[in-house]
T-cell receptor, first 113, second 112 residues
């Protein structure tokens, strides 16, 4: 089955720790995205990547980092510099930039203890 | 910068009703507009994608329209069912960009 997988589904972090959220896709999509969703809010863009070894900051990139070493993978690291990291994190992909549908993973819920 | 607004924020209807969800956007120079469905605690599922050159798209009981000149889109759900209960999100990119900006969604409950 083609799709996007995110792991883990739930993640707990102590203050001061860095954590990495996994996102993998087997859709052969060039573009990948990370969004953050807070209760009652729309999705806010953290980072996006149009091609391997290239990525751009979104609207709320501070305290986050990403890498795109492989086409299939786009991991997100939530660093200790992120002041309020508790949220629902969604990864998405699309065939390429332009007029294509975005496909989303099931999400990771991060809670800071 | 694109701003996307969805009205109403929440809606509760009896089963069988036809209903309309509204989405407005401030920058009309868009490549496309997408409607998504999100179940609680889940990711988003794409429902319909309307290209800028199209006026509407249909999928089963769903019909989405796009009026770029007025900055509006509507999602029409015919003969609603309890299984339609979810949050519906609208997303449109800013002019010259392909990155969508999302509205806050309409939370729909269809009760038997």
């Amino acid at each position: 089955d083609g799709g996007i997988t995110q792991s883990p589904k739930y993640l707990f972090r102590k203050e001061g720790q860095n954590v990495t959220l996994s996102c993998e896709q087997n859709l052969n999509h060039d573009a990948m995205y990370w969004y953050r969703q807070d209760p009652g809010q729309g999705l806010r863009l953290i980072y996006y990547s149009q091609i391997v070894n290239d990525f751009q900051k979104g609207d709320i990139a501070e305290g986050y980092s990403v890498s795109r070493e492989k086409k299939e993978s786009f991991p997100l690291t939530v660093t200790s510099a992120q002041k309020n990291p508790t949220a629902f994190y969604l990864c998405a992909s699309s065939i390429a930039r332009g007029t294509d549908t975005q496909y989303f993973g099931p999400g990771t819920r991060l809670t800071v203890l | 910068k694109q701003e996307v607004t969805q009205i109403p924020a929440a809606l509760s209807v009896p089963e069988g009703e036809n209903l309309v969800l509204n989405c407005s956007f401030t920058d009309s120079a868009i490549y496309n507009l997408q409607w998504f469905r999100q179940d609680p605690g889940k990711g988003l599922t794409s429902l319909l994608l309307i290209q800028s050159s199209q006026r509407e798209q249909t999928s089963g009981r769903l019909n989405a329209s796009l009026d770029k000149s007025s900055g509006r889109s509507t999602l029409y759900i015919a003969a609603s069912q309890p299984g339609d209960s979810a949050t519906y999100l609208c997303a449109a990119p800013s002019g010259g960009s392909y990155i969508p900006t999302f509205g806050r969604g309409t939370s729909l409950i269809v009760h038997p």
